[in-house]
Every structure is written in C-alpha cells, then in structure tokens.
C-alpha cells in the first residue's frame, strides 16, 4: 500500500529555514519520481520542486530557487524539501506526492499524495 506523510511544517519567523520530510512506504524512491507541491486554500496546488527517480535529478519552481533544496535518502526511503530565506508567500499546505519516472511540476502526473504539512510564515 503506498503512502506518503509529511512533517516538519510550522511557524517560522520570514528569512527562517524549515526542513519538511516525506516519509514514503509501499514503493522505493529509486523507482518513482516525488514532487512537492503548495496550496494556498481557493488557488490551485502548484508543483515547486521534483527529484526524478533513477539519477535523483532536481527540478523547481523559479520562485523557490535558491532557496529551496530537496534531496532523499534512499535508504530511509524519505524526500526531503530545505526550506532557506522563507517569505510570508511562502505561507501555504506543502505536500509530497509520488509521480511516474520522470520529474513534473504539474500535479496532473501524480497519483498518490501525503496529507499534507502547514507552513506558515510571519512574524
């Protein structure tokens, strides 16, 4: 059974760092590719960054480049989203989900998604 769940969401003060995890069960990461994705209710969910699932290749959205960071641990089999220099539009559900092979920022190309974590941040 594949299941995803996020944590490391909360408040954070804008310029602070968070790091959110995607603990994954029921597949391996080296076969599929996992996404994060962000939505703020009344707008749609918005991909903002992929690893892919053979090369770990990475992929983001131009507003949290440079910023943001997602790696995983293979052997923990858990995607990681480093969260730097965050800003109030930053403030958003986060969620991780598991996608084909390839990378996608669109949340079309997944098809099993977390529950998602609460980020919010202000000062």
């Known amino acids: 059974q594949v299941q995803l769940v996020e944590s490391g969401g909360g408040l954070v003060q804008p310029g602070g760092s968070l790091r959110l995890s995607c603990a994954a069960s029921?597949?391996?990461?080296?076969?599929?590719?996992i996404g994060w994705f962000r939505q703020v209710s009344g707008k749609e969910r918005e991909g903002i960054s992929c690893?892919?699932?053979?090369?770990?290749?990475?992929y983001y959205r131009d507003s949290v480049k440079g910023r943001f960071t997602i790696s995983r641990d293979i052997a923990k089999n858990t995607v990681y989203l480093q969260m730097n220099s965050l800003k109030p539009e930053d403030t958003s559900v986060y969620y991780c989900?598991?996608?084909?092979?390839?990378?996608?920022?669109?949340?079309?190309?997944?098809?099993?998604w977390g529950q998602g974590t609460q980020v919010t941040v202000s000062s």
């Open positions: 029921g597949f391996t990461l080296d076969d599929y590719a």
């Open positions: 989900a598991k996608g084909s092979k390839r990378c996608s920022l669109s949340r079309h190309y997944f098809g099993s």
């Open positions: 690893v892919s699932s053979s090369d770990g290749t990475t």
